[in-house]
């Protein structure tokens, strides 16, 4: 059985041969990877899978709390399989998206808690900017 496809069955969801297609996808990627390029290597495997099975299929994994969107900004999003409280910085230049671990303490997220009377369940946080390279290109065109 493939990973994909235990992960769906262990999370007692719907296994169909599409799904494990497009999760097997996500999961072999280490990185994100966009709905259109889901669909780009789906289709070498199943020519008849389209580009809104690819979507469709992608909303219910990302409920199923088995994926997560990722937004890039124009609605633009990036997908990767739900993995413990991590967040990223997406260039706004070439898409690129970086990885950084929470950057807030117990400490910090309790008080948070307590001065919003809120309870906390969970923390999403996206950072835009540039990176590197895009930052290079900007300087190059404005001299
Ligand atoms: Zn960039
Ligand atoms: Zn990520």
Redesign the pocket.
């Known amino acids: 059985m493939i990973k994909a496809e235990k992960m769906l069955r262990q999370s007692g969801k719907r296994v169909t041969r599409q799904r494990v297609l497009i999760l097997d996808i996500i999961n072999q990627t280490k990185g994100h990877i966009a709905a259109e390029e889901i669909y780009r290597l789906a289709k070498q495997k199943s020519p008849r899978m389209s580009l809104s099975t690819v979507y469709r299929a992608l909303q219910v994994l990302k409920k199923e709390g088995l994926v997560e969107g990722i937004d890039l900004g124009n609605d633009r999003y990036h997908y990767e399989i739900k993995r413990q409280d991590h967040h990223h910085m997406v ?6 998206v970086i990885e950084f671990q929470c950057p807030f303490g117990k400490e910090l997220m309790s008080r948070l808690a307590e001065e919003n009377d809120f309870e906390i369940t969970g923390v999403s946080l996206t950072l835009s900017g ?2 590197p ?2 930052r290079r290109k900007k300087a190059g065109n404005s001299n």
Do not use: I
């Open positions: 260039c706004r230049g070439c898409g690129k540039y990176c390279e895009c």
